[in-house]
């Protein structure tokens, strides 16, 4: 398994699996790890080009990205999982509920869309950090991430998520805003058959909370929560946010985990 991975908290409880936005690692996490972690077992992972995470000898896809979830179950010989995700990391839990719906107990996408921006900006993102590298896509970044109100409260931690993203491999953020130019799961929501929340962040100007409730409006089984945040609500709304992952995910566990 060459995806860079970790878990945290009590070997016997359920498995979390969480799965993080472009640009960041398993460290965006991390505000939320002490509450998680008093109910599950908790498994981080780097997305593809992120971190220690190699990027394929091949292009990746929305596909590419669910599989690695999957195989990384496989390795750690889990038949199923809870998840959340935000972002791209929320686009693969669409996914994951889509066509490995067996795998897992209950999802939560936070700050996602069934399709995320446009095709032509994706690819022209990718375009310019090959050819600029990451400085550009992280000066704005804290605009598209934060509310101004956040920014002004929490410097240290803004300027921590940006440095991260400057850091981020370019040829790896290139690679997953290809992927994103092309996932696109829009005429797929009603065949997402597993409980779902979506978390949406009110003052979002990537996934708008429009395109939170269009989610929840077709696919069957999804609950709308919203948090007023931009873009990483789970930094943002930090205990918010845990709260409504604990609460939505062990909702289901009397009937789901003790059958």
């Not at 590298?133 to 804290?142: E, I, S």
């Not at 240290?156 to 799961?185: F, I, S, W």
Request: proline content about 7%; some cysteine.
């Amino acid at each position: 398994m060459d995806l860079e991975y970790r878990l945290d908290g009590p070997p016997d409880a359920p498995l979390l699996v969480l799965s993080s936005s472009l640009g960041t690692t398993w460290a965006m996490w991390q505000a939320q790890m002490p509450a998680l972690t008093r109910h599950f077992r908790v498994l981080r992972y780097n997305s593809r080009g992120h971190g220690g995470s190699p990027l394929p000898p091949t292009a990746i896809s929305l596909a590419s990205l669910g599989q690695d979830v999957i195989a990384l179950l496989d390795h750690l010989g889990a038949e199923n999982a809870c998840f959340c995700g935000i972002s791209l990391g929320g686009l693969t839990g669409l996914w994951l509920n889509r066509y490995a719906p067996e795998r897992f107990h209950r999802l939560v996408v936070a700050n996602t869309a069934a399709k995320i921006g446009e095709t032509e900006s994706w690819l022209q993102r990718a375009a310019l950090v090959r050819e600029q590298g990451m400085a550009p896509v992280a000066a704005t970044a804290a605009d598209r991430w934060f509310t101004p109100d956040f920014r002004l409260t929490h410097p240290d931690e803004v300027a921590e998520l940006v440095a991260g993203l400057k850091n981020t491999p370019a040829e790896g953020y290139a690679a997953c805003c290809e992927a994103l130019a092309c996932a696109d799961l829009r005429d797929e929501l009603l065949a997402m058959p597993r409980p779902m929340l979506v978390i949406a962040g009110e003052n979002d100007p990537v996934t708008t909370s429009q395109d939170g409730r269009l989610l929840v409006a077709a696919a069957p089984h999804a609950r709308y929560a919203a948090l007023p945040a931009s873009h990483l609500s789970n930094i943002a709304c930090a205990e918010a946010f845990s709260q409504h992952v604990i609460t939505f995910l062990t909702a289901g566990a009397q009937h789901e985990y003790h059958h």
